[in-house]
């Protein structure tokens, strides 16, 4: 069993800035994908950043040349830095990893409990 654990949610003006961290408690075998989803209430829960680790990082179009999402595979961690934030990016924040924690177990996704960052003048 792997637990993730977000970090860096909080508080912040419109135009400021954010780094959330996602760590976990035991490291992944492989990964295949890190991704940063976001939900708020009523409304499905959205991907906005996925780093494959196979393919090209995609961005949902609204966060594009705003966030980031960098993750380091070996140390199964993966950020997400967000500038120039704006209201409407107010949400729960979710990490996500899809991979093998063992070399014979087979493939599963994980997710975090979530963090929650609020854009607020």
């Known amino acids: 069993q792997v637990e993730l654990v977000e970090s860096g949610g909080g508080l912040v003006q419109p135009g400021g800035s954010l780094r959330l961290s996602c760590t976990t408690s035991r490291g992944f075998f492989s990964v295949a994908t890190m991704a940063w989803y976001r939900e708020v209430p009523d409304k499905q829960r959205e991907l906005v950043a996925i780093?494959?680790?196979?393919?090209?990082?995609n961005y949902t179009e609204s966060v594009k040349g705003r966030f980031t999402i960098s993750g380091e595979m070996f140390a199964s961690t993966v950020d997400l830095q967000m500038n120039d934030l704006k209201p409407e990016d107010t949400a729960v924040y979710y990490c996500?990893?899809?991979?093998?924690?063992?070399?014979?177990?087979?493939?599963?996704?994980?997710w975090g409990k979530g963090t929650l960052v609020a854009v607020s003048s």
């Open positions: 996500n990893i899809d991979g093998w924690i063992t070399e014979d177990g087979g493939r599963r996704n994980y």
């Open positions: 780093w494959d680790t196979l393919g090209p990082t």
